[in-house]
């Protein structure tokens, strides 16, 4: 069986045992803070896995959407039918924008010409761009809530379908280009003020779909294929793990709690996305 596991491992990858040890540590944190938290610490998963996968971005976000995918639906078991449908409706038809927009980003990259080694150059150069905005974003964010909650009581945001769809097509984008949507989601989501379940499971259930439908353009250009799904199925134990734990400390938090966790993990986010986003681009 583990000769069987071994054979799985994309062939891309020269480094099997830092991908095993950093492959399965994405893929605990991915599925911790997606079936617990909503997922914003999530996106730190990706760029481990990145370094899991010996640097090659391509190779990291093809393995990463069907480690998404199971985890997703791990946690839409858990949270069944307690989302607020409502909440997440409203950016999905943005979100399919920000997906074509994603992907049409990831088609001219992949079609730019030049070696690879230049076209991995330019991916890496625009995640780095888009995690700089989202984290500094992030930042801004989380300051403009302490400052509320020290003058008065912040009021419960009610968005209309245009912020939905704003919020939305910014996290098709991000999603599709780094799977990096969790603080899109956390900024429009958590000021509606929603019980920690109901606001775990409409994340939940916003992602569910969002990552469906990018696996239409990750496979017609070519980043699911055998190799990453292989991958996935070695690192699928992790994600079972990790789903358990994130359930597990979700019960152990109250509403208070929970709320001031995932601000602290959006800040540790938002410094992250930040501050690689400012080192890769002045490298």
Not at 6 to 24: K, R
Not at 29 to 52: C, D, R
Not at 79 to 104: F, H
Request: charged share 5%; proline share 4%.
């Amino acid at each position: 069986m583990f000769c069987m596991a071994w054979s799985l491992i994309p062939t891309d990858v020269h480094n099997v045992a830092a991908f095993l040890l950093l492959g399965g540590l994405s893929a605990l944190l991915i599925s911790a803070a997606k079936a617990g938290f909503g997922g914003t610490i999530g996106v730190l998963s990706f760029p481990i896995m990145v370094y899991a996968c010996g640097g090659d971005t391509m190779l990291a976000a093809g393995t990463t959407l069907p480690l998404l995918i199971v985890t997703d639906l791990v946690a839409l078991a858990s949270w069944w039918g307690k989302w607020n449908w409502r909440a997440a409706a409203m950016m999905w038809p943005g979100s399919l924008v920000g997906i074509a927009a994603g992907a049409a980003a990831l088609w001219g990259l992949r079609h730019m010409g030049g070696s690879q080694a230049e076209i991995k150059a330019g991916h890496d150069t625009a995640n780095a761009a888009l995690m700089l905005i989202v984290g500094a974003i992030s930042l801004v964010f989380v300051a403009l809530q302490a400052v509320m909650a020290l003058l008065r009581r912040p009021l419960a945001f009610r968005p209309v379908w245009w912020q939905g769809t704003a919020a939305g097509s910014a996290a098709g984008l991000c999603s599709t280009l780094a799977h990096a949507a969790g603080p899109i989601g956390t900024m429009y989501l958590l000021p509606q003020q929603m019980p920690k379940g109901t606001y775990v499971a409409t994340t939940v259930l916003l992602f569910t779909v969002i990552n469906q439908v990018k696996l239409v353009p990750y496979i017609a250009l070519g980043l699911i294929n055998p190799g990453t799904l292989g991958a996935g199925l070695v690192l699928l134990p992790a994600v079972i793990v990790g789903a358990a734990a994130g359930l597990k400390l979700h019960s152990r938090v109250d509403t208070k709690q929970f709320i001031a966790v995932v601000y602290v993990l959006l800040t540790l986010t938002g410094v992250h996305m930040t501050y690689t986003g400012l080192a890769t681009l002045l490298r």
